[in-house]
């Protein structure tokens, strides 16, 4: 009896930290794969198409609140996409681009402690894109090689819990930032960038 008292009292002691270790992890950090979805950019007179391209993210969330319904994250976003073609009856305009994001923000995740959490983020930061130094044509690009932006990030998804500290995550997020160097005037402006992926995330205290 004693044993067995023991042991029960063991085993709530053992699920009693486990819980508050569980609730006491504050990072998050998600390694997902994507796609920048293709778009066209058209004005009188000039038209292009931009090729989809892949998506390759990392992001670190920071727990500010917690709460039962919901919790509040300070989040980092980082975006690399190693090059999107250009196409278009104009050959004058840049060959192919590649693009950096850093997008600092928030993000509420609803249903913290179930299987199945909804979230949505906010944020804004840095875009990089960089230009090929050729046009379509084939001649030398004169367009600035590396151009800074701004970019307004924003979107949602769904984590699924896996294991323990480990969850997938599949999110859609659209990085509002101005144009690339297109090589002409024709073309400016804000440009959406929408990224559908999905991956894994770690929890830790």
Do not use: C
Not at 165 to 192: C, K, V, W
């Amino acid at each position: 009896m004693d044993l067995m008292t023991t042991s029960i009292r063991r085993l709530v002691l053992f699920f009693t930290v486990l819980f508050g270790t569980l609730h006491a992890w504050k990072h998050e950090l998600a390694l997902t794969l994507g796609s920048v979805r293709d778009q066209e950019r058209s004005l009188t007179s000039a038209r292009l198409r931009l090729s989809q391209g892949l998506a390759l993210q990392a992001n670190y969330g920071y727990l500010l609140h917690a709460g039962k319904v919901a919790t509040v994250y300070v989040e980092t976003h980082f975006l690399a996409n190693p090059q999107r073609r250009v196409t278009s009856a104009n050959s004058s305009l840049t060959r192919d681009i590649a693009t950096l994001y850093l997008t600092p923000g928030l993000r509420i995740k609803l249903f913290p402690a179930s299987r199945l959490s909804p979230w949505a983020a906010i944020g804004g930061g840095y875009a990089l894109y960089e230009q090929r130094t050729f046009l379509l044509s084939g001649t030398p690009n004169p367009a600035a090689r590396h151009l800074n932006r701004g970019a307004l990030d924003f979107g949602g998804g769904v984590d699924i819990r896996a294991w323990k500290m480990f969850s997938l995550r599949a999110e859609i997020r659209d990085f509002y930032a101005g144009s690339p160097a297109y090589n002409t005037r024709a073309i400016s402006g804000g440009q959406h960038n929408v990224v559908a992926g999905g991956g894994l995330v770690l929890r830790f205290p």
